[in-house]
């Protein structure tokens, strides 16, 4: 790993909180509106709008932790460390060429 232990642990972090967030998202809409449902009737407006606010608030904060991720500079040249074309994807610094975790 190199010098930059700290740097690369807290992109694994960012990068694992947001895979969570992605793939716990539809999960988390549907407990909502069956909690809802089942406490306020499905005939209740609140039961289609607070699973609506929940779903707001998780793309928001999806959307922090994808700008976070993109955002992210390489430890070594300090520049934003993935390309545009290649996202999560990429193993090298697009502009010094580091390492993905060296």
């Known amino acids: 790993m190199g010098d ?3 740097e690369w642990e807290r992109y694994r972090s ?3 909180r ?3 967030t992605w793939l716990s998202s539809v999960p988390a809409f549907w407990v909502t ?13 609140a039961t289609y709008i607070l699973p609506f ?6 793309l928001g904060f999806f959307l ?10 390489c430890p070594s040249c300090h520049a934003a460390f993935e390309s545009w ?18």
């Not at 509106?33 to 407006?45: D, E, H, Q, T």
């Not at 606010?53 to 998780?58: C, D, H, K, S």
């Not at 922090?64 to 500079?73: D, E, I």
């Open 85 to 102: 074309w290649r996202g999560l994807f990429t193993s090298r610094c697009a502009n010094c060429g580091l390492q993905k975790y060296s």
């Open 53 to 58: 606010i929940v779903g707001l608030i998780w």
């Open 64 to 73: 922090s932790l994808a700008v976070r991720l993109r955002a992210w500079k």
């Open 14 to 16: 960012l990068k694992r």
């Open 18 to 20: 947001f895979f969570l």
């Open 4 to 6: 930059h232990v700290k």
């Open 33 to 45: 509106f069956a909690i809802v449902s089942m406490v306020l009737g499905r005939n209740s407006p």
